[in-house]
């Protein structure tokens, strides 16, 4: 548990930092998308590395602080009007909010497999 709200916790950090630096660029263009597609996947590497393993509450935090981020960076960017951010902007926060919970995820693959047989010697 105390393992999990660190991993959380790193991934806002991330997510914090994003935002910031984000924030100083324009929020247009491919490159925004690009910077989405990468900000979701800091902030569920951030959890990972923390964490070790992927979670549904996990893939959903990853999910909503790097979409917290990109809609912060783009609020910042356009200085406080999010109302002419472009439609490649609103994907950028999605791709990120996408990228994060899909990387943060649990494995299917650990649930569904047995234990090894044990060795015979």
Not at 2 to 17: M, Y
Request: no cysteine; glycine share 14%; charged share 15%.
């Amino acid at each position: 548990m105390v393992r999990q709200s660190l991993a959380l916790a790193a991934g806002a950090a991330v997510a914090v930092v994003a935002a910031a630096v984000l924030g100083e660029y324009g929020f247009d263009g491919w490159a925004v998308v690009g910077s989405g597609l990468l900000a979701g996947l800091f902030v569920a590497e951030a959890e990972l590395a923390v964490s070790k393993v992927g979670s549904r509450l996990q893939a959903g935090a990853a999910g909503a602080f790097a979409a917290a981020a990109l809609l912060w960076a783009g609020w910042i960017s356009t200085g406080h009007r999010l109302g002419t951010v472009t439609w490649r902007g609103w994907v950028a926060v999605a791709l990120a909010a996408a990228a994060g919970a899909v990387r943060a995820r649990p494995t299917g693959a650990a649930r569904r497999s047995r234990p090894a047989p044990a060795a015979k010697e």
